[in-house]
């Protein structure tokens, strides 16, 4: 890959990601405080667990992408509240970073569990990452007791023919 086409690609999808980080912090705001450890099965994640690892894995492989190695760092946050404050006080100045890169750090190869890709094969892995967990985290919301926001359009919850 070229210079210039790892340039364009990394500025498409640090857009995306920006553009879906929005979208993300919509729902993590959705979680209601008050049946923070609703699961629909025993296999999944409670969903402040869900809440908290959807936050820290946008910045894991920001943050990886612009080091040039993962590291795992879980955060402790106890509350929906705590996701939304944690996630503002981190993503945009990794997106700035990742913005930032120039062409050689896209194209280096990166080494995270079994796989080894291209730096900019981990930014498409973070929007794919992101959007699954966000919609399993968005089904959890109304049996939380929650709204479900607006995402790709209108949801029952919010925007054109909402129900209050």
Not at 42 to 65: N, W
Not at 66 to 75: A, L, T, V, Y
Not at 77 to 84: A, G, I, M, S, Y
Request: aromatic content about 8%; some cysteine; glycine content about 8%.
């Amino acid at each position: 890959m070229t210079n210039e086409a790892a340039k364009i690609l990394g500025d498409f999808l640090v857009a995306q990601i920006r553009q879906e980080s929005a979208t993300t912090r919509k729902v993590l705001a959705a979680v209601p405080a008050g049946n923070t450890e609703y699961k629909p099965s025993e296999k999944c994640m409670g969903g402040l667990q869900l809440a908290t690892h959807i936050a820290a894995a946008d910045a894991f492989f920001l943050r990886g992408v612009i080091d040039g190695e993962f590291k795992w760092e879980q955060p402790d946050l106890k509350t929906p509240d705590e996701v939304v404050a944690w996630y503002d006080a981190q993503l945009p100045a990794l997106l700035d970073a990742a913005a930032a890169l120039p062409p050689e750090k896209l194209t280096k190869p990166l080494k995270f569990a079994i796989f080894e890709l291209p730096a900019l094969d981990y930014l498409t892995m973070s929007l794919k990452h992101t959007i699954h967990h966000r919609g399993q985290l968005s089904a959890y919301l109304r049996p939380m007791g929650g709204k479900v926001p607006s995402i790709y359009g209108p949801s029952a919850d919010e925007g054109i023919g909402a129900n209050a």
